[in-house]
């Protein structure tokens, strides 16, 4: 008898991209059924007690009847969803923590869950590097004129030119699977590339990149870029106080989160110039405020927390999260298991 699983994807992560991976992972011992769940076209926000979850508690009750393994990326798993759910043994999140399932509660009903860390790695690294040369170069500020009918030739004025990768020295705040990839990068073209992260190896930035404290980075480095994750440690790291120890005319580049920042000291920084140019991703507020300070303050290109998304990450989650089922279905150790201790394999299929 096939397992029943429930492919409940949206309009990134697709349900059919999800089917047919599970299909190849297992073999097609599964029967899939779809879901599509109307994210982005509608924002993902808390559904009862978990947050940044897509769909509601009704439909996925209704749709997880007898279904065994359901794949996902922003699917709620909430303890009314449990409850109702019995025949459900294991969660797929295709994200990179579980932050739409309430692990307390799946643990306690026997259900394991994963994720899919490092999904969206290499977008973002990308993204980094797009946002990171376009402030640099003024390009938000140029773009804006050109699409007004201006043509600003004054830009080619000393004080208002752009900054040279080769031979900058770019500091990065967080090493992990973002940050190394864009220390390569801007090694490989001409960057004195700096990394400050408490929790790295040292053996692992040689030969890339020079280890050194915060204050250090922040006085020495004329860009900076942001790939910490948020804790109680980070939230808030950068404020006036670290803007002011940069060189005057410096970047500041921030895809990782919002709370990591003081966007009111940046745009202080921007307005005085302490700043030449922002390029960022991520923000205190999405969506921006209409009357926020950043869509006015000079220098900064912006995109709306889109550095995670590329077709090749929607193909990624699918293949980790279809990896886990496979795993499942054979007995094998899940890869990626957030509760690991509940996680009992799947019968032998017959």
Not at 43 to 56: K, R
Request: hydrophobic content about 40%; glycine content about 10%; charged content about 20%.
């Amino acid at each position: 008898m096939s397992t029943k699983v429930l492919a409940a994807g949206d309009h990134f992560v697709l349900p059919h991209l999800l089917t047919e991976e599970v299909e190849k992972a297992t073999d097609g011992a599964v029967d899939v059924t779809e879901l599509k769940l109307p994210w982005p076209h509608t924002p993902f926000g808390p559904v009862a007690e978990v947050i940044e979850a897509s769909g509601t508690e009704d439909e996925l009750i209704e749709a997880l009847q007898g279904v065994e393994v359901c794949v996902t990326q922003l699917a709620p798993l909430t303890e009314r969803i449990l409850a109702n759910c019995p025949d459900l043994k294991l969660m797929c999140i295709s994200r990179g923590g579980p932050v739409n399932a309430n692990l307390e509660a799946a643990t306690q009903h026997g259900v394991a869950v994963c994720y899919a860390p490092g999904r969206n790695a290499v977008a973002t690294a990308e993204h980094t590097l797009t946002l990171l040369l376009a402030a640099a170069r003024g390009v938000g500020d140029t773009h804006y004129d050109m699409r007004g009918g201006v043509w600003r030739g004054d830009y080619y004025d000393y004080d208002n030119c752009g900054i040279e990768i080769d031979g900058a020295t770019v500091g990065l705040i967080g090493y992990g699977a973002i940050g190394s990839r864009v220390a390569k990068v801007l090694k490989a073209m001409g960057a004195e590339v700096l990394v400050h992260d408490p929790y790295v190896k040292p053996e692992l930035v040689e030969g890339i990149a020079e280890l050194v404290g915060l204050d250090e980075l922040l006085t020495r480095s004329r860009i900076v870029s942001l790939h910490a994750r948020v804790t109680d440690e980070t939230k808030g790291m950068i404020g006036a106080e670290q803007l002011a120890k940069m060189p005057r005319g410096s970047v500041l580049v921030n895809c990782a989160r919002g709370a990591l920042l003081d966007y009111e000291a940046v745009c202080d920084a921007l307005e005085s110039g302490q700043l030449a140019g922002c390029g960022f991703d991520v923000f205190p507020e999405e969506p921006v405020p209409a009357d926020s300070r950043l869509l006015k303050a000079p220098g900064v290109v912006m995109t709306p927390h889109i550095a995670g998304g590329s077709q090749e990450v929607a193909h990624k989650a699918a293949r980790i999260v279809a990896g886990e089922v496979g795993r499942y279905l054979r007995g094998e150790p899940l890869a990626h298991c957030a509760n690991p201790d509940v996680f009992k394999a799947a019968p032998a299929q017959g």
